[in-house]
């Protein structure tokens, strides 16, 4: 099958291109002397440029036809990176205007991860020119990522292929094995930022990101930052700056880019059509880390519904296309009606699972009202994420809560009885942390907790005190609450981590937001914090006491 533009071709030009799939080219040469006169004839012939994508063993698997100017290079996502990052593949191609590589021929060569990027000029009479070919680089220094090399014609090319491509990938290996483990199966990840926010704003929130990653098990490689006039509909950042992110992420050997801002579904396809590399975006990171972490039915279902509702409309047909390279796939046939299965299956789920949770809610339901008629006082732990909630439930209710180090460690709610003197109870839940620029559509992964905290009598808000960026956490939870109309619930604001502080400076800041300090690691501070629940949660006894 040829590719590309067979408009106008006789019988007899596609047949004489269809016979160059027979042919092989030796391992140790770029391109024989015959097959390269062989092209440049018939691209004078037809007056289009004639490309090849042949493999290392010297197999052509494409054909393709240009017009006079460029040729369209076929989705290559079939052929996998090797551990070099290199794909198995070169391209050669013909010039009609005896012209050198181009910006978008040396573009691709990188984006693509080719071998080399081969051009032999047309000369007089169809015989082939000078042969211009460039190969990508390691990273170095002068932050060149391409090689482009001459010959003054195919017969003066000395080049021995098999062994320069050794070479090649070995110090591309080497080169890579500097920065990243190559027996580390994890995802390997570029942080990316375009925002029009302060220098410090976005830091502190790829900074979060980066945490998310973590907690990801993704390993970060490396963080880029652009900070536009104008935000760019297509690609997010500007398209020089996309292919210069993309080119850096697969010198570096990433398999993942991840963009702190919220990708619309056109930006996800027009990015992922640069690269081979996965391109997700915040709220799909997150999405991930709340399924890892989600272990009851509740969560479970919440979930995968909010991971549907995102993938829905971010489904399409994948093509890759790469500058001049544009085409992608076509709006009808097989794929198309592949696309729509998948769409109607997704829908399918998606009613299903609605219907479960609705069942599910009415259970939670139920056992809330039982809590509410025995007339136990309700007090929600909340919070940012990674402020040690399950750690003060833990602490107070000797009870044995998952905690890690991790955002989100806690996804599913806990609800524990905590005791007081005089054969009097509270109920304490856990719930999932907050975090700064949730999206909307992500709230419904948290339904089970915010029916929790509606019944609540009593908020406990904890913030991690010791974290430098503590008061915009307590504004982006207190946001939230105001949000999901919550704010109407007493609250009762809690510095943890104060161990990590200077005393004089827990005693300021508490002054100061008029908070509580604990340590939830240290039992022994909790005397202040649970003479408050108890004057908060029976305030009738205390007057009655009192008198």
């Known amino acids: ?4 533009n067979l408009t106008g071709l006789k019988t007899s030009q596609v047949k004489a291109l269809e016979r160059i799939y027979r042919r092989r080219i030796p391992a140790s040469q770029i391109v024989t002397g015959e097959l390269a006169r062989y092209l440049t004839e018939i691209s004078q012939e037809i007056r289009r440029q004639v490309g090849l994508i042949i493999d290392r063993s010297g197999a052509v698997k494409y054909v393709i036809v240009g017009d006079d100017r460029e040729i369209v290079i076929p989705d290559l996502s079939d052929f996998a990176l090797g551990r070099s990052g290199l794909r198995g593949l070169r391209c050669v191609h013909t010039h009609l205007q005896r012209d050198p590589l181009s910006t978008d021929d040396l573009t691709d060569l990188a984006l693509l991860r080719l071998d080399l990027m081969v051009a032999i000029e047309v000369g007089e009479q169809g015989l082939p020119g000078e042969v211009h070919y460039g190969h990508i680089l390691p990273p170095n220094r002068s932050g060149k990522s391409v090689e482009v090399l001459k010959a003054s014609s195919i017969y003066e090319l000395d080049l021995d292929l098999a062994s320069f491509l050794r070479a090649l990938e070995r110090e591309l290996e080497m080169k890579m094995a500097e920065t990243v483990d190559l027996s580390d199966t994890r995802e390997k990840a570029i942080l990316i930022s375009v925002s029009q926010d302060s220098r410090r704003e976005t830091e502190d929130s790829l900074d979060e990101l980066e945490e998310l990653a973590r907690t990801a098990d993704v390993v970060v490689l490396d963080r880029f930052v652009q900070r536009p006039r104008r935000i760019n509909p297509k ?29 619309a579904p056109s930006q996800v396809r027009s990015i992922a059509a640069l ?81 479960e949770l609705k069942s ?21 732990i909340v919070g940012y994420t990674n402020a040690g909630k399950s750690t003060l439930l833990n602490a107070l209710t000797q009870s044995e809560v998952l905690t890690e180090n991790l955002l989100f460690a806690t996804l599913d709610t806990a609800t524990r009885r905590l005791r007081f003197p005089q054969e009097r109870e509270v109920i304490i839940t856990d719930t999932v942390g907050f975090i700064r620029k949730l999206p909307p559509s992500l709230l419904g992964a948290f339904k089970a907790t915010l029916e929790e905290m509606e019944d609540a009598d009593l908020l406990l808000h904890v913030v991690d005190a010791s974290n430098p960026r503590f008061e915009e956490q307590v504004s982006a939870v ?13 609250r009762l604001l809690i510095f943890n981590k104060v161990d990590l502080l200077p005393a004089d400076e827990v005693a300021a800041l508490c002054r100061r937001f008029e908070a509580l300090p604990i340590s939830a690691m240290d039992r022994n501070s909790f005397e202040p914090l649970l003479e408050v629940l108890e004057k908060r949660c029976w305030p009738d006894s205390q007057r009655d006491n009192g008198s």
């Open 1 to 4: 099958m040829i590719h590309g």
């Open 235 to 263: 690609y997010l950042m500007g398209e020089g700056k996309a292919r210069e992110v993309v080119i850096s992420a697969l010198q570096q050997g990433a398999t993942l880019l991840i963009f702190d801002q919220d990708l």
């Open 275 to 355: 690269t081979d590399l996965k391109v997700i975006d915040r709220s799909q990171l997150i999405l991930d880390i709340f399924a890892r972490r989600a272990h009851t039915r509740d969560g479970k279902v919440q979930v995968e519904l909010a991971q549907l509702k995102y993938i829905l409309p971010r489904l399409s047909g994948r093509g890759i296309a790469l500058s001049r390279l544009m085409g992608g796939i076509g709006g009808r046939g097989p794929g198309e009606t592949k696309l729509e299965i998948d769409r109607r299956r997704i829908r399918d789920r998606i009613n299903r699972l609605e219907r």
């Open 360 to 380: 599910l809610s009415r259970g939670r339901l139920q056992r809330r009202s039982r809590r509410a008629k025995a007339g136990v006082p309700i007090v929600s």
């Open 478 to 490: 207190e946001r939230i609450l105001l949000d999901l109309d919550l704010d109407r619930i007493p």
